[in-house]
């Protein structure tokens, strides 16, 4: 389990920092050791539920890649999953998400460097966080092997051997939101308000009455 | 990759590398580039302020035949707002300039807009209405220098006139359209002043229609820009006063000649060098069909699958509202459910409107709404094939 715990998954928008030369058809970028990217027409389509789910799965950190605030193709996507991420807005992240293993990055097309910079050290960072508590990563699932014959069987274990020595320190929350292709670090991903339910969002719904009373909301949210 | 493509392309390159720049002096917050439609927005609200001024003292008459001490007209009472006016000479600047800046800066978004491939499919509805816009713009500025009635005026409507009768059919109902009458009378004048300030008003119909398929447009820059948006046009308020030319005479020998300003009176330049009246219009009307026709199917120039849509899951949507609240293009409609539905209101995608951007994707808790392109459930099965992969 812990073997896997040195990957982190690039949610990512297609229009923003240009790493097309650097990935391989695995998702693999190959200029920093376990980092992986997901393309996606939008940073707005990432779904707080995608970030808990790469978690969930083992996954050390997520970073959420956009455009510059300001320069969303799609005029308003980054914002979007920035105020999710910041629990401003509905849906965010649950209460017990590990913030620290969230990255938020808004570059542009030609910032690719900046942004193999930024990541390269988020990578480093959380590799050095202890493993997540065990009931926070079923990944027990025997990984079928065959079902990758990838060219990445690269040096990434010496990275998770790193991962596993690091010595138990809690580190304070170091998830930052870049608003400006500069990191701002007095802004976390802060927890979602207090009044957040810590399963589902606070939405609202409004719903003709059921005879049983049974909500939708307990329903709906299970099948994820 | 056609020439067509390859223009774009460099395009939003350069505008890429100069918002780069802009980032780097500014940040993105204050980023003007990142405020596009803003810009003109802004100085759309300080030529309404400062015209509302002018309109107090304004007299929209010709009278003149009498010449003499106390006559008063439209050139008189401008005289009057010049020099008279606590701060008449300013607001007259401020409107003479605001004008200048919003050609300007629509030009600016309208070439943002162009080169980083936002105006075609989902979005030829704000390019169609931003080429009607500009148009009123430019034509609401050349009436405003008719109502100065100097001498450029008197040739500007003796030109207009010129033009207006050469149009096939139609051309004499268009010329006493334009001066309200055969001639050149006080009607003409408060003829002027309503084709000035009516299209002005008509300008915020014609924005509605622009903004109507925008979920929360970003019309207000943060006000350090607009105090810079201001600084701007004061400077060249101060440094080039607006001065009248000399008063317009109907009985005295025609102006030949006036004082051109490109921003507003290019037409008139092109109505000097072009054979016939006609061939004018064809090229005025050439040119402003085009580029309405631009983002349009069959012209697109660039070659691309058209969007797909997003789609609602009927039996998995509550009517939560919440990708109906953060769709950026208002695709999104929320109906009344139906009749079986324990719920209250479904979602219905807009197809002509979607983007395919996915931001409705993201707002769903409730896995309710996808893109067939990429459905969610595909970007977490790459999530787990990469955290399987060894
Ligand atoms: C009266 C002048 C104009 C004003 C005040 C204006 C204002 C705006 C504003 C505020 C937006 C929203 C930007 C956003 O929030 O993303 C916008 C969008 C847009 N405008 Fe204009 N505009 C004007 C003229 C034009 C012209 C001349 C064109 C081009 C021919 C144009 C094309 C567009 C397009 C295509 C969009 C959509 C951009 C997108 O979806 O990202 N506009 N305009
Ligand atoms: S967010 Fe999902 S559940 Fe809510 S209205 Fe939209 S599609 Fe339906
Ligand atoms: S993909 Fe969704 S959010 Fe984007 S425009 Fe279409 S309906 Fe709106």
Known sequence: MANENNKVITLMCERSADVNDLLDADGKIKSVDGLHAVKLPCSGMVQPIMIETALKQGAAGVIVCGCQIGDCYYREGNKMIRERLLGERVPTLKKATDRRRILALWLSRPQKERFIAEAGEFVKFVQGLPAPEPAAAPAAKPAPAAAKPAADAGPKTEAAKKAEATPEKKEPAAVVVDADGKVDSTKTVKPASEDSNDKDPKIEVEVAPIPEGRGPLEESSGDK | ?390
Not at chain 2, 10 to 32: H, Q
Not at chain 2, 70 to 85: F, L, M, R
Not at chain 2, 303 to 325: H, I, Q, S
């Open chain 2, 1 to 390: 990759m056609s020439a067509y493509e390859q223009l774009i392309k460099s395009g939003n390159k350069f505008f890429l590398v100069l918002e780069d720049l802009t980032n780097k002096i500014m940040t993105s917050k204050y980023n003007p580039l990142y405020y596009h439609g803003a810009l003109p927005q802004f100085y759309l609200w300080v030529l309404f302020l400062s015209g509302l001024l002018l309109f107090a003292y304004y007299i929209p008459t010709v009278d003149n035949a009498y010449l003499s001490k106390g006559i008063i007209n439209a050139w008189t009472s401008v005289e009057y707002i010049n020099d008279k006016i606590p701060f008449g000479a300013v607001v007259r600047g401020i409107h003479r300039y605001a004008g200048d800046a919003m050609v300007i800066t629509i030009l600016l978004h309208a070439i943002r807009v162009w080169f980083t491939d936002r105006y075609r499919q989902y979005r030829w509805l704000q390019w169609f209405s931003g080429i009607v816009l500009f148009v009123m713009v430019l034509f609401i500025g050349q009436t405003g220098y008719y109502l100065v009635w100097d001498e450029r005026s008197l040739a500007l409507t003796r030109m207009t006139v010129y033009a207006l009768e050469g149009v096939p059919l139609i051309g004499p109902g268009l010329k006493s359209w334009f001066l309200n009458g055969d001639t050149i009378s006080n009607y003409t004048m408060s003829n002027y002043l309503f084709i000035h300030i009516g299209l002005s008003f008509s300008l915020l119909f014609g924005l509605w229609i622009h903004y109507v398929r925008m979920t929360r447009p970003v019309m207000t820059p943060p006000p350090a820009i607009n105090y810079v948006l201001m600084a701007l046009v004061l400077v060249f308020v101060f440094m080039f006063p607006i001065t009248s030319g000399k008063m317009a005479t109907l009985n005295g020998t025609p102006p030949t000649g006036f004082e051109m300003d490109w921003f507003f009176l290019a037409p008139y330049a092109l109505m000097n060098v072009v054979p016939s009246v006609l061939v004018y219009w064809l090229i005025v009307v050439g040119i402003t069909v085009g580029l309405c026709l631009l983002p349009m199917p069959w012209a697109f120039l660039i070659k691309e699958p058209p969007v797909e849509a997003a789609e609602v899951v009927l039996t998995k949507c509550v009517g939560c509202n919440l990708c109906y609240l953060d769709c950026p293009y208002q695709a999104i409609e929320m109906v009344p459910a139906p009749a079986n539905s324990r719920f209250k209101l479904l979602a219905t995608v807009m197809p002509y409107r979607c983007s395919g951007c996915g931001v409705c994707v993201g707002a769903c808790a409730f896995d309710a709404i996808d893109l067939p392109d990429l459905p969610d459930a595909n970007v977490l099965a790459q999530v787990k094939q990469i955290m399987e992969a060894k």
